[in-house]
């Protein structure tokens, strides 16, 4: 065999077995009679068709919503904060870029801890402090679906920034200004200079976050409350409290697809040696 | 915008980013049951209480072992797996690209869901191994994207001439492709090492009876608060700082190695 498959064999299989025999596992579950075990009976839809009209509309609606939301303020803060870290080369810009990533290695449990201790009503790090410093009471967010949209961003902001970091690095200085040379307003310069060159990161920052949003169920555990339920919880529920593998597995199947039919296109058009190669 | 206001923006950022890990820390410098915010009396009790607690011990290293075996893995693997993304030009490259990285653009604990129910339909009982097994799903994609953005700045020629001049297969490894490819590999072994680390969406469904840091502090946050919690939490990403700073001063050294190796050649070369 040529090195190229002979070195690419070793990960491959071992992606066959951990990432694509598993997801054939779950599709084959979901085709299994309601509430059983036994992956040789007949294969039928029901639970397709319950996953369509037993109320697991919301979940899946509040995780595309959120994912969506969470991914336009992500691309919203990172752009500008992208095209800041490049105009800036030096040491102070790998400063800031390297503090940016920290937090990505620090568990999301302590962050999204540390988020609900800062937003805390009475004794929090926030409104203890503001009674003590200028004695005004403040009310809080959470556990309520918006303290969940501010965990989804706060986690996955660096998910959006450093793609479009390769992004932005992609737009050559000298095609902007010859742009504005030839009289082109700074939302011209935006709309067809900037964002054709740097799409190849914004989309796959856009993509990681999405989908990294969809499944995203600590978010609304430890900053939610009862407030809304997602659709990983919901599929939780149905492994474990509901013993209903079947239904459980409908369900993923059901966000496979989402993730799917959001992630191939973009893929497909993507030359990610080109974006990864400087 | 203006240089002040471009400053300002990016402080606002970083500070929010570590808004929540200070208030970890602020909250684990007292020992009372209820979080009272600015605490009357300051201490290290938490601390104290979390180092005379077993479970401190046994939590860590439940996470130190699976990070430490993912990290081992996802190392010898991905060197490989980064041989045919970027040292080798082949039929079926591109689709290769693109279908590892496919678990990186994937819901975490939408896969761990499913690992779940895939160690059950095999009869595997779950434990931490198999936890090593889904974090490696995770984690080797992206340390075989790490790798090969260093091995793109390789150039095969070296390996030519070195061979040309005599070396056999196993000196050409250990002399030319192992130091070049040194900086990507301490870079993508810290990656495997703090991902799986601070890892709670595919731990929570994957360890079974086993409970790694994360899954602990997951599970007590949404239910019982102690600050014995957050000093625990603090305990264990301090841990991570440390073991990061460590292989950053090893890469720091290492290219300050090869830098002065390689100016001494030049050196000799031009002399």
């Known amino acids: ?278 | 915008m203006r240089k002040p206001l471009q400053t300002l923006w990016l402080t606002v950022i970083v500070v929010l980013l570590y808004v929540p890990i200070l208030s970890v820390i602020l909250a684990s410098l007292a020992n009372t049951r209820y979080m009272r915010f600015p605490h009357r009396n300051w201490s290290i009790g938490a601390y104290t209480d979390a180092f005379s607690q077993h479970e401190t011990l046994v939590l860590h290293l439940a996470s130190l072992k699976v990070a430490a075996l993912v990290t081992v893995f996802a190392l010898v693997l991905a060197t490989l797996g980064a041989m045919a993304f970027a040292r080798y030009d082949w039929r079926g490259r591109s689709i290769y690209q693109k279908a590892i990285v496919l678990p990186i653009f994937f819901p975490q604990p939408v896969l761990g869901l499913a690992l779940l129910l895939f160690f059950s339909a095999l009869g595997i009982t779950p434990s931490w191994k198999t936890a090593v097994f889904a974090h490696l799903v995770w984690i080797l994609p992206i340390v075989t994207l790490v790798i090969s953005i260093r091995l793109f700045g390789y150039d095969p020629a070296q390996e030519d001439a070195a061979r040309d001049l005599g070396a056999t297969r196993w000196q050409v490894l250990k002399e030319v492709t192992l130091p070049h490819l040194a900086p990507g590999l301490i870079s993508g072994g810290l990656f495997a090492f703090l991902l799986s680390w601070s890892n709670l969406p595919l731990s929570i469904f994957t360890t079974g009876a086993d409970t790694t840091l994360p899954e602990w502090l997951f599970s007590r946050v949404a239910t019982n608060y102690a600050p014995v919690v957050s000093a625990i939490a603090v305990i264990g990403t301090l841990a991570s700082v440390a073991f990061g700073v460590v292989v950053l001063a090893a890469l720091w050294i290492q290219r300050r190695a090869s830098r002065q190796s390689s100016s001494a050649s030049a050196s000799i070369s031009t002399s």
Request: with cysteine.
């Open chain 1, 1 to 278: 065999m040529k090195p190229g498959p002979l070195f690419a064999l070793p990960v491959a299989l071992f992606l066959l077995v951990g990432f694509a025999a598993p997801i054939v596992i779950v599709g084959w579950y979901s085709l299994i009679e309601p509430r059983s075990f036994d992956l040789t009976s007949d294969l039928t839809l029901a639970n397709y068709r319950a996953a369509f009209t037993e109320g697991y509309g919301g979940p899946f609606y509040w995780s595309i919503f959120g994912a969506l939301l969470t991914t336009l303020t992500c691309a919203l803060i990172a752009w500008p904060t992208a095209k800041m870290l490049h105009a800036r080369a030096g040491r102070g810009a790998a400063i800031i870029t390297g503090l940016i990533a920290v937090p990505i290695f620090v568990s999301e449990s302590v962050r999204l801890f540390g988020l609900s201790l800062f937003m805390m009503p009475g004794g929090g790090i926030l409104a203890g402090s503001l009674k003590a410093l200028f004695g005004v009471s403040i009310g809080t967010v959470l556990n309520t679906k918006i303290a969940v949209y501010l965990g989804l961003v706060y986690v996955h902001f660096p998910f959006m920034l450093f793609p479009l970091l390769l992004g932005v690095a992609l737009i050559p200085r000298d095609r902007i200004d010859a742009a504005r040379d030839l009289g082109a307003s700074r939302w011209q310069v935006l709309r067809e200079v900037e964002l054709p060159l740097a799409l190849p990161g914004l989309a796959i920052g856009a993509l990681l976050t999405f989908v990294l949003c969809i499944g995203a169920n600590a978010e609304a555990a430890i900053l939610g409350g009862q407030a809304v339920t997602v659709v990983t919880r919901a599929i939780e529920q149905r492994f474990s409290y509901a013993q209903d593998w079947p239904m459980g597995a409908a369900l993923t199947m059901l966000v496979t697809l989402v993730t799917a039919i959001v992630v191939f296109p973009v893929l497909a058009r993507i030359d990610l040696n080109r974006l990864i190669r400087r």
